[in-house]
């Protein structure tokens, strides 16, 4: 038998929820994801990180905007106290130490950014182990909250 076909009202709806479906990021289901919180972070030559303490959330990813104000190159890496240690033993070994998923490494007068998901409670370090610097007290305190 001939059905119909739809009235055009409801066609359009139908497009439409059909391209919400489709859309990139597949915004659907999921919670209210408007991407990572953006984090600012000045470095100098005083050795120090501005601010020098941050808070985060167990899980959450922050976007880390990291600006060098000095003429001096350096560096916000995260880590526990244990992978501190290690940065500052490759850096003395002579290695360079690698932009990768620990933080980046930024030349004066320049800004990087990167993301940096915290995964479980508990308190870490962003050091800069340019020689010396960590030593000086170039290091900031990050306590993840659960
Ligand atoms: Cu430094």
């Given at each position: 038998?001939?059905?119909?076909?739809?009235?055009?009202?409801?066609?359009?709806?139908?497009?439409?929820?059909?391209?919400?479906?489709?859309?990139?990021?597949?915004?659907?289901?999921?919670?209210?994801?408007?991407?990572?919180?953006?984090?600012?972070v000045q470095m100098t030559d005083d050795l120090r990180?501005?601010?020098?303490?941050?808070?985060?959330?167990?899980?959450?990813?922050?976007?880390?905007?990291?600006?060098?104000?000095?003429?001096?190159?350096?560096?916000?890496?995260?880590?526990?106290?244990?992978?501190?240690?290690?940065?500052?033993?490759?850096?003395?070994?002579?290695?360079?130490?690698?932009?990768?998923?620990?933080?980046?490494?930024?030349?004066?007068?320049q800004t990087e950014t990167f993301e940096y998901t915290?995964?479980?409670?508990?308190?870490?370090?962003?050091g800069c182990h340019q020689p010396g610097h960590y030593?000086?007290?170039?290091?900031?305190?990050?306590?993840?909250?659960?």
């Amino acid at each position: 038998m001939l059905s119909r076909p739809p009235s055009r009202p409801l066609l359009v709806i139908s497009i439409a929820v059909a391209l919400a479906a489709c859309a990139p990021g597949g915004g659907g289901a999921s919670p209210s994801v408007e991407g990572p919180r953006s984090v600012q972070v000045q470095m100098t030559d005083d050795l120090r990180f501005a601010p020098a303490t941050y808070t985060v959330q167990a899980g959450e990813t922050v976007r880390f905007e990291v600006k060098n104000a000095g003429q001096a190159v350096h560096e916000f890496l995260i880590g526990d106290v244990a992978a501190q240690d290690a940065f500052e033993m490759q850096m003395s070994g002579g290695g360079m130490t690698e932009d990768g998923d620990a933080g980046v490494s930024v030349e004066p007068g320049q800004t990087e950014t990167f993301e940096y998901t915290f995964a479980g409670a508990g308190e870490l370090l962003a050091g800069c182990h340019q020689p010396g610097h960590y030593a000086g007290g170039m290091v900031a305190t990050i306590t993840v909250e659960s």
